[in-house]
């Protein structure tokens, strides 16, 4: 080994191997998106079990445990249950619109693109109470910022959100509304 040289931490090794199982999928949904299909990652339970720990420690070292998990609509399920059951802590689904019963509350914003929705139920999160929202991707930052604004609009203490995966060079990361971005938003891989 190089002097000044260190061995990847865990962290970082999970990171390398699933950046390397994301596939890329041109024209997607629309021509000029490339997706970042995760369907890989989720099809390898041990690489999965690996994130998701991962993704936790991340947060742990740097935001501490929260009080209650956010999964925003869909894919933030998958890996945000997972969490919150880590830390047996209740999980909240922000939902697009028309998918849940009761009292909402709502919030529009705009996407890399087009437009969109999410609502939450009312009483799903008490105020005061330390969430972390968690998402798939991070690309413009348009839905991490609704999910923020809905999350407060509940009366939560926002700790920070988590990804399996940012796109770097989108910038969503400008006019970040959660102080210290590099601790508040968090992801496993970084593209560019």
């Not at 995760?38 to 420690?57: E, F, H, T």
């Not at 008490?126 to 910022?145: Q, S």
């Amino acid at each position: 080994m190089l002097l000044n040289q260190h061995p990847l931490n865990d962290i970082e090794l999970c990171a390398q191997e699933v950046k390397e199982c994301i596939v890329d999928v041109e024209d997607f949904p629309i021509p000029g998106v490339t997706f970042k299909d995760l369907g890989p990652l989720w099809a390898n339970s041990n690489l999965s079990k690996r994130a998701i720990d991962a993704m936790v420690q991340m947060v742990e070292n740097d935001q501490g445990v929260p009080e209650c998990v956010v999964g925003i609509e869909s894919r933030g399920f998958i890996f945000g249950l997972a969490m919150a059951q880590h830390w047996q802590v209740p999980f909240v689904p922000f939902r697009k619109p028309g998918k849940l019963p009761g009292e909402l509350k709502r919030v529009a914003y705009q996407l890399e693109y087009g437009t969109a929705e999410l609502e939450c139920q009312v009483n799903a999160i008490k105020p005061g109470m330390r969430v972390l929202i968690h998402d798939d991707v991070f690309a413009t930052g348009g839905t991490a910022r609704a999910a923020i604004q809905l999350a407060d609009a509940c009366g939560a203490e926002i700790m920070g959100c988590a990804f399996i995966l940012s796109l770097d060079g989108l910038n969503g990361q400008e006019h970040w509304p959660i102080p210290v971005v590099e601790k508040s938003c968090l992801s496993l891989v970084h593209f560019i």
